[in-house]
Structures are given as C-alpha cells and as structure tokens.
C-alpha cells in the first residue's frame, strides 16, 4: 500500500504507533520531515491488551521523557520492523 501525508503538524500533536506486525517503509520523495520515537517495552500504557487483538495501537503523543525526535530528509528511508514505536 503505497500513502501520502501531510506532515505539517507539530510533532507535539502526532500521536506515535506501536505495530503488532508488519514493516512499516518509509520513503521521503521531498523536503523533511521530523519523526518522534520511544521504546514501547516501557510504556504508560498497557499494550498486550490492545495488540492482542489488533494491528496497531496510537499512544497519545509522544511527549514523554522516553521519546526521541529524528529528521528525515529527500530520499532517506526508514523501515519500522513489530518492535519499533513510531
């Protein structure tokens, strides 16, 4: 499945999404783009619950101590393996 966003939204407002499976490839055609990241074996929030029965589950921001930022720039990639937080 191939997807556009519009990415303008402080990264303050995004939430960040934890995936049960899956990779997730992403692919920067042009300008930048500020992506946030965390370790989800530490969470606030519970996930076996939510994951168990579903693809994928948004945390609410990803505001906490534990969340990283990485700029990502024309033709980086980035591959999100079920481990990942993003």
């Known amino acids: 499945m191939i997807a556009t966003y519009n990415t303008s939204a402080n990264i303050e407002e995004k939430p960040a999404e934890v995936h049960r499976k899956y990779i997730d490839l992403q692919y920067i055609l042009y300008g930048e783009e500020k992506i946030g990241y965390a370790d989800y074996r530490n969470p606030k929030i519970s996930l076996k619950e939510?994951?168990?029965?579903?693809?994928?589950?948004?945390?609410?921001?990803?505001?906490s101590s534990q969340a990283n930022t990485l700029l990502i720039c024309h033709k980086d990639t980035l591959l999100y393996f079920s481990t990942s937080v993003g």
């Open 50 to 63: 939510y994951l168990s029965h579903r693809y994928s589950f948004f945390y609410p921001s990803t505001r």
